[in-house]
C-alpha cells in the first residue's frame, strides 16, 4: 500500500528538476503536483493558452494542499512556463505528456533528444502507445521509460512505471526513486496494451454501459458497486474519464466492435461527461 511503501527506505531521488512537455490535463497536473512536491518544474506547450490554464488549476491545488499561503506561493514560483523548452537542458527528467499521436510524440522526441542532459531520463505518459515503437530507433532506450499517471493526478496514488526490455537498471531506478519521492505508488508493469489498470477497467466499464442498455440505471449501478467497495460507480467513472476515451480504451483494449448504444447516444449529443458538463449525469 501507499502508506507502507512511503514507509520504505529508499535511495534519495536523483530528480531535482522536472521538465513537462504537454500542459493539457496531464501534463499541467503532473507538474502542479511535482512543485507541491518541492521539485523544479518547467512546463513547456505550444500553446500558451494551456499553460496559463494548467497555472490556473494548479493555484488553486496549491491553495488546497500548501500547509499555508507562504508555501502555496513558494509552490507557484516553483512552476516556471516555458513555451520555449529552455528546461529541457537543465532537467533530471523529462516528462512528455502531448497528444496521444505517435508521430508526433516520435518527432518530438527527435527535437529533445541533443538538448537534454546525457545522464536524463525520458518518461512518457502515453496510456496506450507501445514504448518499444515510440522508442524505435531513437537510440535512447536506457533512459526511456513510460510513467502512466491517472486522471485526476492530484487524488490517483498509483503511477504504472512501464518497463521496457531495454531500459537501464539506473533509469529503473530513478523512475521508482522519483515516483516516491512526490508521494505516488509506482506500480512496475510491462509495455503491453492498456499497461495493467486500463486492461481491467476497459472491459469493466463496456460491460457497466451494457447492463444500462439492458434497463439497468446508472444510479442504481453505480450505489451497487459503491457498495461493492470502489471508490466511485463505474458510469461516474466513464463520465470522470470522457466517454470519448472511454470508447477508445474499449475498442482498442476488448477486440470488441459494437459499442452499447448508450454510449452511442451521448457521444451522438457530445455528451462526454464531466469534461463538457453532461455525460450519463449533468455535471453543471
Ligand atoms: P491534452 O489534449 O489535454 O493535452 C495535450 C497538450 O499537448 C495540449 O495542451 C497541446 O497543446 C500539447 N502539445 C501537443 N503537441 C505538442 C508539442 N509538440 N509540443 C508541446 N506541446 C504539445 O491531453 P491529455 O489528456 O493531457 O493527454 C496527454 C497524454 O497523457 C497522452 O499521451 C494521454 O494518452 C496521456 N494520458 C491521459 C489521461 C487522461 O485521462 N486524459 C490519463 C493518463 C494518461
Given at each position: 500500500s501507499l502508506k507502507e511503501f512511503a514507509k520504505t527506505e529508499r535511495p534519495q531521488s536523483s530528480v531535482h528538476w522536472v521538465h513537462v512537455i504537454g500542459a493539457g490535463v496531464m501534463g499541467g497536473d503532473i507538474a502542479a503536483w511535482c512543485a507541491l512536491k518541492g521539485l523544479t518544474v518547467t512546463l513547456q506547450d505550444q500553446d500558451r493558452e494551456r499553460i496559463a490554464a494548467a497555472q490556473g488549476r494548479a493555484a488553486k491545488l496549491f491553495a488546497r494542499k500548501a500547509r499555508n499561503a507562504r508555501d502555496a506561493r513558494a509552490a507557484a514560483d516553483r512552476m516556471t512556463p516555458d513555451l520555449r523548452g529552455d528546461g529541457i537542458r537543465h532537467a533530471d527528467i523529462v516528462i512528455e505528456a502531448i497528444t496521444e499521436n505517435l508521430?508526433?510524440?516520435?518527432e518530438l522526441y527527435v527535437q529533445i533528444k541533443?538538448?537534454?542532459q546525457p545522464d536524463a531520463v525520458l518518461a512518457t505518459?502515453?496510456?496506450?502507445?507501445?514504448?518499444?515503437?515510440l522508442g524505435?530507433?531513437?537510440?535512447?532506450?536506457?533512459?526511456?521509460?513510460?510513467?502512466h499517471f491517472f486522471n485526476p493526478v492530484a487524488r490517483?496514488?498509483?503511477?504504472?512505471?512501464?518497463?521496457?526490455?531495454?531500459?537501464s537498471t539506473i533509469t529503473k531506478q530513478a523512475a521508482y526513486t522519483f515516483v516516491g519521492a512526490i508521494g505516488k505508488l509506482p506500480l512496475p508493469v510491462q509495455d503491453a496494451p492498456g499497461f495493467l489498470v486500463n486492461a481491467v477497467l476497459a472491459p469493466y466499464m463496456l460491460e457497466a454501459m451494457r447492463c444500462v442498455d439492458e434497463g439497468i440505471r446508472p444510479e442504481t449501478l453505480d450505489a451497487a458497486m459503491l457498495k461493492f467497495g470502489m471508490p466511485m460507480g463505474p458510469i461516474e467513472l466513464i463520465d470522470t474519464v470522457g466517454l470519448d476515451i472511454a470508447r477508445d480504451a474499449g475498442l482498442q483494449l476488448t477486440g470488441q466492435t459494437n459499442l452499447p448504444a448508450c454510449l452511442e447516444h451521448h457521444l451522438d449529443r457530445k455528451e462526454l461527461g464531466r469534461k463538457s458538463g453532461q455525460g450519463f449525469y449533468?455535471?453543471?
Open positions: 508521430d508526433a510524440k516520435r541533443p538538448l537534454m505518459n502515453t496510456s496506450s502507445l507501445s514504448l518499444e515503437a524505435a530507433g531513437l537510440n535512447m532506450a536506457e533512459r526511456f521509460i513510460g510513467l490517483m496514488p498509483l503511477v504504472e512505471v512501464v518497463e521496457t526490455k531495454s531500459v449533468r455535471w453543471q
